[in-house]
């Protein structure tokens, strides 16, 4: 298996522009959670989805922050308009209920505002 | 969510064991114990996750309390690889709920 694969790995932008990161989930896992990580906050969770459904988006920080997943294998997480502030590496990972393994992250998608 | 209580940091000799607590006092009943790591740029990494009882895979040892109030993760024999930020997690059973990391223990394993 190819693991929990992110797109695209580093991204810069412009202050303003929105910026779209992609996830393509473990085949067979129905769980996937979205993962921001800076110095300063550590890794905070974001959202996460069970069966494509959104269950808990509560650390979504605002509304320039939406995330989607149309099917079991993608998923999104979108920022519009994207702020120097959103810089962060942002991680993907899928899990499947009773597999003994743990979540399975990505490699992240290091994001740089300018 | 339960919280834990790790040290900011720890040495240890390569080829000798690392022992890394976790302080998780207020665990609940259906709260499992679970371990992760973190190499530098990586992605976190499962290691092991328990409820009561120890248990043991190929990359460590977990043993947990009587009281289940803390927990020690065991590499058994630390090489310079394992040098990572170590996280200690509860949470309740299956996989399927959230994990809140906190700030973990950045372990150097040194030559």
């Known amino acids: 298996d190819a693991g929990v694969i992110q797109s695209p790995r580093h991204e810069v932008t412009e202050m303003g522009q929105e910026v779209t990161l992609r996830c393509k989930p473990i085949?067979?896992?129905?769980?996937l959670f979205w993962y921001r990580q800076t110095m300063m906050r550590g890794l905070e969770l974001l959202i996460y989805?069970?069966?494509?459904?959104?269950?808990?988006d509560s650390g979504m920080p605002e509304d320039r922050f939406s995330a989607k997943m149309p099917n079991a294998s993608f998923s999104t997480l979108k920022i519009q308009p994207s702020e120097p502030r959103d810089s962060a590496v942002y991680f993907c990972?899928?899990?499947?209920?009773?597999?003994?393994?743990?979540?399975?992250f990505g490699s992240g998608t290091r994001l740089t505002v300018v | 969510d339960a919280k834990t209580t790790q040290p900011p940091s720890m040495d240890c000799a390569e080829g000798r064991a690392a022992n890394l607590p976790c302080n998780h006092s207020?665990?609940?009943?259906?709260?499992?114990v679970y371990w992760y790591r973190q190499i530098h740029s990586q992605g976190p990494q499962y290691i092991i996750h328990?409820?009561?009882n120890n248990e043991t895979n190929e990359m460590a040892s977990l043993i947990i309390t009587e009281d289940r109030k803390s927990s020690t993760l065991i590499l058994p024999h630390a090489t310079l690889r394992d040098t990572a930020v170590y996280y200690c997690?509860?949470?309740?059973?299956?996989?399927?709920?959230?994990?809140?990391f906190g700030q973990g223990t950045t372990l150097q394993v040194k030559p």
């Open positions: 990972a899928s899990s499947s209920q009773g597999f003994n393994y743990g979540y399975t």
């Open positions: 085949s067979g896992h129905n769980s």
């Open positions: 989805f069970n069966n494509n459904v959104p269950i808990d």
């Open positions: 207020t665990i609940s009943g259906n709260e499992y």
């Open positions: 328990g409820l009561k």
């Open positions: 997690i509860v949470s309740p059973s299956g996989n399927t709920g959230k994990l809140i």
